[in-house]
């Protein structure tokens, strides 16, 4: 085999193994399936904070949020979770991590390192004030990934998940599928989602509300509690 065979070749494998890496990662972001749950014995509510870390919600060279968009959600996520808790709801913190050393290197590649092992923030973005009743930490989007989730809400006879937090179009789409998946009402507040793609999120709206999301408007809240 000439010298330019072997580089041919070694390129050709290169291609077909990201190719998959990706492809992987793709269905990695979908909704995942579980155990339907009695939903006659699960009657409580639980507001889950997807994803609000400093990584996500910080400006970088390649994503820029609308100004003051964040602080606005950010507060309106900060209300609902102290009105969850006056309640007796819990209110349960997610948080994204990339796990592999493949999946570290492409988020670093083609995603500024956001998420990345090693990255200053992983952490909760300092604005929100929540008091959270669980901490979980997912590595890929939907969060029923992370079984703890199921075993919690069960714990608490958990049928009903408000979601809120980001990005609207992934983590927060696969969690509220996988809770649909298994037999959860979901309710998304709409002006406590954040998507860094209106125009894309517009259409994840439309879609999650054909498969059965409720999406809640602001004036909406009042009657339901």
């Known amino acids: 085999?000439?010298?330019?065979?072997?580089v041919g070749l070694v390129v050709l494998v290169l291609v077909v193994g990201l190719g998959y890496t990706v492809q992987r990662l793709v269905r990695l972001q979908g909704p995942t399936k579980g155990e339907i749950i009695d939903r006659s014995i699960c009657d409580q509510t639980a507001l889950l904070v997807i994803d609000v870390q400093e990584d996500f919600t910080k400006n970088t060279r390649k994503r820029r949020w609308p100004t003051g968009y964040v602080e606005e959600r950010i507060?309106?996520?900060?209300?609902?979770?102290?009105?969850?808790?006056?309640?007796?709801?819990?209110?349960?913190?997610?948080?994204?991590?990339?796990?592999?050393?493949?999946?570290n290197f492409l988020a670093k590649l083609m995603m500024e390192g956001l998420g990345t092992n090693g990255s200053d923030g992983l952490g909760l973005d300092k604005r929100l004030t929540i008091h959270s009743d669980m901490d979980i930490v997912k590595h890929i989007g939907d969060t029923f990934s992370n079984w703890e989730l199921d075993k919690a809400l069960a714990a608490r006879?958990?049928?009903?998940?408000?979601?809120?937090?980001?990005?609207?179009?992934h983590c927060v789409r696969s969690t509220a599928l996988g809770a649909l998946n298994r037999g959860y009402e979901v309710e998304l507040v709409e002006d406590a989602v954040l998507s860094i793609d209106p125009k894309a999120w517009e259409g994840c709206r439309t879609e999650l509300a054909e498969k059965g999301v409720w999406m809640v408007k602001p004036a909406e809240l009042a009657e339901i509690h």
């Open 1 to 6: 085999m000439s010298v330019w065979s072997a």
């Open 75 to 103: 507060g309106r996520i900060n209300r609902l979770a102290d009105e969850a808790q006056r309640r007796g709801e819990p209110v349960i913190a997610v948080r994204h991590i990339h796990k592999g050393v493949v999946v």
């Open 157 to 169: 006879k958990v049928g009903t998940l408000k979601i809120v937090g980001l990005d609207g179009c």
